[in-house]
């Protein structure tokens, strides 16, 4: 299933774009500029349970991480295509 893309579509919140994380643990640090912006698009590398470690396509935010695929039942992500 890895080498997907997928897009931004949450906003973790309301806080702009969703929290980008070093590593699948969810209380792992944030990446420095730690946000991706609704509407970016990644690509899979990795998959862990909902949380995915991806390499940035397009969009603002860091070039990679670990985000959630949801929160709080709402999708922060969509596979894109």
């Not at 309301?14 to 699948?24: E, F, H, L, Q």
């Amino acid at each position: 299933m890895s080498g997907g893309l997928w897009e931004v579509v949450g906003t973790g919140g309301g806080a702009g774009g969703i929290t980008v994380r070093s590593s699948k643990d969810l209380n792992s640090p944030e990446v420095a500029g730690g946000r991706l912006s609704t509407g970016a698009l990644i690509a899979e590398l990795e998959v862990c349970e909902d949380r995915i470690r991806f390499s940035r396509i397009s969009g603002s935010g860091p070039d990679t991480g670990w985000v959630s695929v949801k929160a709080g039942g709402r999708p922060l992500l969509l596979r894109a295509g």
